[in-house]
């Protein structure tokens, strides 16, 4: 069956440093996987996606993130966090199965970035 | 471009209550349409999805119900409210048969029941 996980719930960073937000999936097809981020009561916004092609996908605002088939991963990734990125962030696979496209969440990870 | 405006922004309604949310889809042509629903802090469970005017899948049974009336239109309605339906209520579109269909989310509705 498709899943995700994302096995930190939380993550807590300086300001200026680096980070990485985990992201394993399960799928036996070729994924269209994303990253959503979702700012304190609003709805969720695209970071990235990647459905091909290079495994390195650029995001808005520094992020990106790595698609590894053979970890069946899809990681985030920022050089170096601002305090405006506190937030949560979601990695979601698509799949078509059942005749549609479905979309599979992970539970979130809610990062805190510190001055 | 396209735009998804969600309404109303916040709900506080009493328990037993009816309720209708409402979500409307412009610059897109047959888009498939979604419901989230969100506990606080919580992860995002998808309540329907519709492919068409007039039909509606349900994917959980949360005692709600959905409709789309219009192909921009995705109604989320009960006549019953309870207090476990408070939550953050999400409407979602994407395009079927894009190379990688991608959910675009509106801003939100936050129902309080009490």
């Known amino acids: 069956a498709q899943s995700v996980t994302q096995p930190d719930a939380r993550v807590t960073v300086s300001e200026g440093a680096s980070l990485q937000l985990r992201c394993k999936y399960s799928?036996?097809?070729?994924?269209?996987l994303f990253w959503y981020v979702q700012y304190p009561r609003q709805g969720l916004q695209l970071l990235l996606k990647y459905y091909s092609g290079d495994p390195v996908v650029q995001g808005v605002n520094g992020f990106e993130a790595e698609f590894s088939k053979s970890n069946s991963s899809f990681h985030l990734r920022k050089a170096s966090v601002h305090w405006s990125d506190s937030a949560v962030y979601f990695c979601?696979?698509?799949?078509?199965?059942?005749?549609?496209?479905?979309?599979?969440f992970g539970k979130g990870t809610s990062l805190t970035v510190i001055p | 471009a396209q735009t998804i405006h969600q309404w109303p922004v916040a709900e506080i309604k009493a328990v037993g209550s009816p309720l209708s949310l409402g979500c409307t889809i412009k610059g897109k042509s047959s888009p498939n349409l979604y419901w989230y629903w969100q506990a606080t802090g919580g992860t995002l469970q998808q309540l329907f999805y519709?492919?068409?005017?007039?039909?509606v899948e349900s994917v959980v049974q949360l005692n709600l119900s959905a409709s789309r009336p219009k192909d921009d239109q995705f109604i989320l309605s009960t006549e019953k409210l309870l207090l476990s339906h408070s939550g953050f209520y999400l409407c979602?579109?994407?395009?079927?048969?894009?190379?990688?269909?991608?959910?675009?989310f509106g801003s939100g509705t936050r129902l309080t029941v009490l």
């Open positions: 519709s492919i068409t005017v007039g039909q």
């Open positions: 979602a579109w994407s395009l079927e048969g894009a190379s990688a269909e991608t959910l675009y």
């Open positions: 799928y036996s097809g070729t994924p269209y």
């Open positions: 979601v696979l698509s799949a078509r199965d059942t005749g549609y496209q479905n979309f599979y």
